[in-house]
């Protein structure tokens, strides 16, 4: 068979909802683009450690701390679900660090602002995963089995992270008047970069063709900002706190909110390096992954001394 | 896959029993260098929430499959033999219990 005649099996495939399973046969550029954002994803769930694991010790309470450590170590695991399935597709874990730590791999931007005060991390629970499980939902349904796969059982774990970010940010809504100010500035500070999380508009998005083609993406990033911030605006409201936005206004006839314009130089400039973390970041995942170099080794030594008896 | 060597350990399949009684079902996989670890880092992985009875981890590259070029030939000589299903029976009305 002919390259493009598999190529038009293949779209059959896609048209009648097929899950794409790793030995099936595939476009290369299907299997890149399945690669790069995929990779893309578990990078972001580890580099997504930091700004969270600088509170662990910090946290206000020891329930406070054991949930922030669950919390964390769910974040890895989601990165360690999303490096298997990405594994599938034929790269090997060695080279997927390898791209991050050579620039050549993203993660989401997000990640590099820093995490102020602890209403932050209610902040970040509550409106960064919020945003990330709008768009993970409907991963759940993406073409890739291995990936519909990992995200069905990060969506399920993802659920604890919003509502203990909610609690966190509810509770210093109602606190004293600086506790309040502090959950206020947190929302403020967050607010945008979360609505950028989604990405490009629609018009602006090189790459959504062939994902939505190829039904790698099932929606597009403007219908899942919409969603996001349709179940979010009254969540503001309820404690009392105040969108940043003052072009925020309802929409009787859409039956959702209309927003202000989103600063996209800034989402460039920090996607490009310019954000207030970026090379922490990268630095920090570095000096991890070379610190842990030795147990590497030992464990790799160990097991073949306990093979051979 | 999995005759890929890189320096995280190999490639181990995960099986998880979510209850005592229900069948394995395949969960993910882990990178582990030996038995121990693997085992170890699955449940660490897989079973935070309760999600696991039993489970059991194999070497990625212990397992066949079928190749997915000729899975449709491979499965085609039961397309043929209905009679293996109960419907093909032509019964006579009124029959109870069967």
Redesign the interface.
Known sequence: MGAEELDVLFQERIDANDKI?????MPEEYRKHLIRQMSQHAHSEVIGMQPEGNWITRAPSLRAKKILL?KV??EA?HG??LY??T??L?I????LIEKLHAGKAKYASIFNYPALTWADMGAIGWLVDGAAITNQVSLQKTSYGPYA??MV?ICK?ESFHQRQGYEIIASMAAGTEEQKEMAQDALNRFWWPSLMMFGPHDSDSPRSGNAMKWKIKRESNDVLRKRFIDKTVSQVELIGLTVPDKDLKWNEKEQSYDFGAIDWDEFWAVIKGGGPCNIKRLKHHKKAHTDGEWV?KA??A??QK??KK | ?SE?K????Q?WEVFIQTKKGLPFKHF????A??KE?AIQNAR??YT??GEGRGMWVVPADAIV?V???DDESFFDPSDDKVYRHPTFYELPDGLKNM
């Open positions: 399973e790793p030995r099936d046969n669950a170590q769910d695991g360690l679900y298997s399935a594994e599938t034929g090997t874990r060695d080279e796969r990992a059982k774990e590497r464990a790799a160990y097991a306990h093979s | 896959m890929v890189d320096t995280q350990g490639l993910g996989s882990v990178h260098y030996d670890m660490d992985l935070r929430r499959a190749d997915s070029t």
